[in-house]
């Protein structure tokens, strides 16, 4: 059974940090690429971050760069997003996927609430 768990999210003020996490089993972790998505309230699910196979390449938004940072484990099948100098539009829920060209799993979402 394929499972995508993601932790870390929380409340946190602007300025501040969190990492999440993206436990995965059931599937060959290192076949897949990794992907962050996030969607705030109103709007649209939008890609954060992606990491491809291992010894690949990383790609952010524009709007994370500098700020977050996608890496993986392979020995934990775990992918991580470390957010600094966060600001409330990073406000939304987080999800976690794992892509072959023919197949996407998600994860269930992990809320990050960035406010004073």
């Known amino acids: 059974q394929v499972q995508l768990v993601e932790s870390g999210g929380g409340l946190v003020q602007p300025g501040g940090s969190l990492r999440l996490s993206c436990a995965a089993s059931g599937f060959t972790f290192n076949w897949y690429a990794m992907k962050w998505y996030r969607q705030a309230p109103g709007n649209e699910r939008e890609l954060v971050a992606g990491?491809?196979?291992?010894?690949?390449?990383?790609n952010y938004a524009d709007s994370v760069k500098g700020r977050f940072t996608i890496s993986r484990d392979s020995g934990k099948n775990t992918v991580y997003l470390q957010m600094n100098s966060l600001k409330p539009e990073d406000t939304a829920v987080y999800y976690c996927t794992a892509q072959t060209p023919s197949r996407v799993y998600w994860g269930q979402g992990t809320q990050v609430t960035v406010s004073s």
């Open positions: 990491i491809t196979i291992p010894g690949g390449t990383t």
